[in-house]
């Protein structure tokens, strides 16, 4: 079983549209999670962190279930430029030092 | 504020011949990071500095990869010699610090080096 599994897409939706990622992890003991986002031929760019309670910024909010071992994202309202890919990340670190791994990525494109 | 800096930016090179990429971390980071990333998968981590020492290097093929960061700033990552598996971009990244409490905080990531082996 991979460490991080997310489903590749694409997910292909129209200007506007709420759309959905999830993703799930395998080692219970992992101390935090994110969400990245890399343009295409770019670099990975820090989206947001994600927390127990849930947390918002903007049009995206994301969500962690740390029973289910489960981690979301949720775009609300769609633009050209959220097209990328979205990789879910995990720090599995567990002598003080950051270790993340990283999904495969769900790559979104937003049409017109 | 510079962000992380790499160069070359492209390389191609046979195989079994040696390639060796340079990063400059973002002033004051202590920690830096290169990953490897084969397209279509997502970033994974081939060795951790803390300063000029590693943290972490268990997913690097040490037969063939080495790593430095000699005065604890930029790193060289070197591949030597290269295989057909080794194309892929080689990404740098560096935190402000790394260790106890520092879960979150943002990794930066430089540019990349895009490496083919024919």
């Known amino acids: 079983r991979k460490e991080v599994e997310q489903d590749p897409g694409p997910f292909n939706v129209p200007e506007g549209a709420t759309v959905a990622f999830n993703c799930t992890y395998s080692?219970?003991?992992?101390?935090?999670f994110f969400w990245y986002r890399q343009d295409c031929r770019k670099e990975p760019k820090l989206l947001m962190s994600?927390?127990?309670s849930g947390n918002e910024d903007g049009r995206f909010t994301a969500q962690l279930n740390r029973a289910s071992q489960y981690i979301s994202l949720l775009i609300r309202d769609s633009k050209l430029s959220d097209s990328a890919t979205y990789l879910c990340?995990?720090?599995?670190?567990?002598?003080?030092?950051?270790?993340?791994?990283f999904g495969t990525g769900t790559r979104l494109l937003v049409s017109p | 504020e510079a962000g992380v800096a790499q160069s070359p930016r492209y390389k191609i090179i046979e195989k079994r011949q040696s390639v060796a990429f340079w990063c400059n971390p973002i002033?004051?980071?202590?920690?830096l990071y290169w990953y490897q990333q084969i397209l279509g998968q997502g970033p994974k981590l081939l060795i951790q500095?803390?300063?000029?020492?590693?943290?972490?290097d268990s997913q690097l093929p040490k037969d063939r990869f080495s790593a430095e960061r000699l005065k604890g700033v930029d790193s060289t990552l070197k591949i030597q010699p290269a295989k057909l598996e080794d194309s892929a971009v080689y990404l740098c990244?560096?935190?402000?610090?790394?260790?106890?409490?520092?879960?979150?905080?943002?990794?930066?990531f430089g540019p990349g080096t895009r490496l083919t082996v024919t």
């Open positions: 990340v995990v720090n599995i670190g567990n002598t003080g030092f950051q270790k993340l791994v």
């Open positions: 002033s004051g980071h202590a920690t």
């Open positions: 500095f803390q300063n000029n020492g590693v943290v972490d």
């Open positions: 080692n219970s003991a992992s101390q935090s």
């Open positions: 994600v927390y127990s």
């Open positions: 990244a560096s935190s402000l610090m790394s260790g106890a409490g520092s879960n979150d905080y943002e990794q930066y």
